[in-house]
């Protein structure tokens, strides 16, 4: 349902842009998202963007670095990524959530339905 692609290897400083494609259900969802975990740490909420309300969200770290954007016609969601720091080293996640959300809950990985097979990001200094 979730195809990610487009990690890799970056130096600090660095630009990636990480690619999702929905295929099927996942297609329509309401509330796309990017999620990461590091090793030996949690998966955390990166950025997602409410479909129906147009709105996006960051978590604070990657703000004025990271963008979330959508590809209706390819049924994509990117996520550009510059300026990257080693503390971004993570495998990502694109998900989905099929019903619309409320702010309060897209950041919790529970609210997404849908999980994309990650892909990893690693930033060297």
């Known amino acids: 349902q979730l195809q990610a692609s487009g990690g890799g290897l970056v130096q600090l400083g660095g630009s990636l842009r990480l690619s999702c494609t929905a295929s099927?259900?996942?297609?329509?969802?309401?509330?796309m998202g990017w999620f990461r975990q590091a090793p030996g740490k949690e998966r955390e909420f990166v950025a997602a963007?409410?479909?129906?309300?147009?709105?996006?969200y960051y978590l604070d770290s990657v703000k004025g670095r990271f963008t979330i954007s959508i590809d209706n016609a390819e049924n994509t969601v990117y996520l550009q990524m510059h300026n990257l720091k080693p503390e971004d080293t993570a495998v990502y996640y694109c998900?989905?959530?099929?019903?619309?959300?409320?702010?309060?809950?897209?950041?919790?990985?529970?609210?997404?339905?849908?999980w994309g097979q990650g892909t990893l990001v690693t930033v060297s200094s």
């Open positions: 998900a989905a959530a099929i019903r619309p959300k409320i702010v309060g809950v897209i950041r919790t990985a529970g609210a997404y339905d849908y």
């Open positions: 099927g259900l996942t297609s329509k969802a309401n509330v």
């Open positions: 963007r409410r479909r129906s309300f147009g709105t996006d």
